[in-house]
Each structure stands twice: as C-alpha cells, then as structure tokens.
C-alpha cells in the first residue's frame, strides 16, 4: 500500500510524516486490500479556532473510497482523531464484505427445496 504524506497551506516535518505513515499503516492490519493512501494536513489561519490543524485520509480499496477528517490542537492529535475514524470505517466496510448473512440464507434455502419438474399433467 502506498501512502501519499501531503501539506496545504503548511509545511510537514519529516518526523510528522513518518508518524502519519506509522500510525495510519497499522489500518492494513484489520483488511489487507487497499490500493492506497492519501493523507492531507492544512491549517487553519482563524484565531478563534481551537482546533487548527485540519487531517484528511482519503483511502482507495477495491471499487471503494473511505474518508476520513478530523482536527486537532496540533498534527499528532489530528492524525489520532482521524485514525480512529477510519478504522471504524474499514471494520463496517469488511463485515460488510466478508459476512453476507442474506446470500448465505438464500443459498442454504436453493439447495435444501428439490426442484420439481413443470410440466402438464396426464
């Protein structure tokens, strides 16, 4: 999986980077098939907002895009809040893909009725 470190309207330190790719890394430990990654800092220039630094995740998986905002008083906070949300997104997007109870009932149902011949009666 690749992962894309990018700044708006800021600069990213090599130490933020590292730790975005650390923390954000540990999501391919829940499912396996993602193509990549994105994460986006920006700041906010308004001094009445408390939470200045704004962190997005954009992640590309097969067919799918989650994402992922959140903001914090500084980059670790942001890259925390967002992590948590995104890893909440990939366990309901892989109990959604794994476990399909509905197609599972249907196919116990097909194979237990025998099917009967339709034709006219003599």
Known sequence: MEI???GK???????????AIAKLSKVRRL????????????????????????CEVVLHAKGKYLRASASGPDHQTAIDRAEAKLTRQVRKLK????????????????????????????
């Open 95 to 122: 109990t959604k893909l794994v476990s399909k109870p509905r197609l599972d009932a249907a196919a116990q149902q097909d194979q237990q009725t025998p099917m009967s011949a339709s034709g006219p009666t003599a």
């Open 9 to 19: 309207n800021c600069d990213v330190s090599e130490r933020t980077r590292e730790e």
């Open 4 to 6: 894309t470190v990018k």
């Open 31 to 54: 499912f396996d098939r993602f193509i990549d990654m994105e994460v986006v800092f920006s700041e906010e220039t308004n001094p009445r907002i408390t939470d200045r630094v704004h």
